[in-house]
């Protein structure tokens, strides 16, 4: 191929689609195993063959004919193939880093989580024992103010008195905590 390649490398300096199509037709096959070789990935070895064509296209006029096509081929080819893998190998890099943030974050989540329970079970531990057993009721069973009221004896409007000034005191003591 090599007077071959020589004369059809000076009809495609010139502009010669068809003698272009010939050069592509012929090497096709080979670059794309060797592609494939390289990525192991056949779809992406196909793009990086036409993107490597478009590019000896556009780059037709400094091709010297007198010189090993071949080995320009694939060379560039080589080339591509090693920028393309390192560019994966910083994607992989920074979605491992991605990753890495979200799950720390996610674990800092969870420790500020547990870190305002402690400080809620703290405050309610501070509460009287009468205001921690209407909360305590009211929150943990259910109950309503007046089933509160019927099993302490006591009125509706001091359960829900004791149950607004528990649940004020609760949220100072945690706020003022996570400051």
């Not at 037709?60 to 007198?66: D, H, W």
């Not at 320009?72 to 994607?91: S, V």
Request: charged share 30%; hydrophobic share 40%.
């Amino acid at each position: 191929m090599d007077c071959l390649n020589e004369r059809i490398l000076r009809k495609v300096i010139q502009g010669d689609q068809a003698a272009f199509a010939e050069l592509y037709k012929y090497y096709r096959t080979p670059a794309l195993k060797f592609c494939i070789t390289l990525l192991k990935d056949e779809e992406e070895a196909e793009n990086m063959i036409h993107e490597v064509f478009i590019k000896i296209w556009d780059r037709r006029s400094q091709i010297n004919p007198t010189l090993n096509f071949t080995s320009y081929l694939f060379t560039c080819l080589r080339n591509m193939a090693f920028d393309h893998l390192k560019k994966m190998e910083k994607n992989n890099q920074l979605k491992q880093h991605y990753l890495e943030k979200m799950a720390a974050a996610r674990d800092e989540e969870v420790e500020d989580k547990e870190m305002k329970f402690q400080l809620l079970y703290s405050a309610v531990n501070l509460l009287s024992e009468k205001r921690k057993q209407i909360l305590f009721l009211n929150i943990e069973e259910g109950k309503s103010y007046q089933e509160i009221a019927e099993m302490l004896m006591i009125s509706k409007n001091t359960v829900k008195n004791q149950l607004v000034k528990a649940k004020q005191f609760l949220r100072e003591k945690v706020d003022l905590a996570a400051l």
